[in-house]
């Protein structure tokens, strides 16, 4: 006897999922359709994660999961349910910008901003895992991301320059003998 198949999971099913967003957990009901990307934007109002293509290719709506950079456009909250998210709103402490957005803002990293989230977290995630790389290393890892403004240049140099900030921080913090945070 043939076998039935499976009936596929209706799409406008709802799903009760917890997400940690920038260490603070969120528990919400989701459709089965529903993008990470508009969950965060419009269901926890972070806009930081921005909407370019929704195809997965120019990287602005780049976030951190469990630290890893993924496309929030192709990517289901429901798959989120568990997980630690990182956005760019995470980055700054109130007022006071992170040593990658400050080298950035000084190093005109950006023009019209768009996709300034993106390359900062995909910067961001780098940077933990290479704190010191070169020029080449730089423009490898964020060849990922598009901009259509800058002409890469000035975000490498901002990307190398905000690490020297952070490896200058973390020293700093080392040689005070206060707790290590990657965050400054
Ligand atoms: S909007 Fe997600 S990769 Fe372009
Ligand atoms: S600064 Fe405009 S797209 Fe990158």
Same mark, same amino acid.
């Given at each position: ?5 499976? =009936?596929?999971?209706?799409? /406008? ?8 967003v920038n260490? !603070? /957990? ?14 965060l934007?419009?269901?926890l109002?972070l806009k930081g994660a921005?909407?370019? @293509?929704?195809?997965? #290719? $120019?990287?602005? $709506?780049?976030?951190? @999961? +469990?630290?890893? =950079?993924?496309? /929030? $456009? %192709? ?11 990182t956005t760019v709103e995470a980055l700054a ?14 190093? !005109? ?8 989230p993106? &390359? ?5 995630? &780098?940077? !933990? ?15 990922? +991301?598009? @901009?259509? $403004?800058?002409?890469?240049?000035? %975000?490498?140099?901002? #990307? ?10 973390? /020293?700093?913090?080392?040689? =005070?003998?206060?707790?290590?945070? #990657?965050?400054?």
């Open positions: 006897m043939p076998e039935t198949p499976m =009936s596929p999971t209706p799409m /406008s099913q709802r799903h009760r999922i917890t997400v940690t260490g !603070q /957990s969120h528990e919400r009901e989701v459709e089965s359709r529903r993008l990470l990307v508009d969950f934007r419009d269901d109002h921005h909407i370019g @293509c929704e195809h997965g #290719v $120019c990287g602005t $709506c780049t976030v951190l @999961c +469990n630290g890893e =950079s993924i496309r /929030s $456009c %192709i990517t289901f909250a429901v798959q989120a349910d568990g997980a630690e998210i402490s109130g007022a006071v910008l992170h040593p990658l957005q400050e080298a950035f803002w000084e190093k !005109q990293g950006l023009q019209c901003g768009f996709c300034t993106g &390359m900062l977290l995909r910067a961001y995630e &780098m940077l !933990q895992r290479d704190p010191d790389p070169d020029a080449a290393t730089v423009r490898e890892g964020i060849a990922s +991301n598009l @901009c259509r $403004c800058t002409g890469y240049q000035f %975000i490498v140099d901002a #990307v190398l320059d905000g690490a020297e900030r952070m490896r200058a921080g973390a /020293s700093a913090a080392a040689a =005070s003998g206060s707790a290590e945070t #990657v965050d400054s």
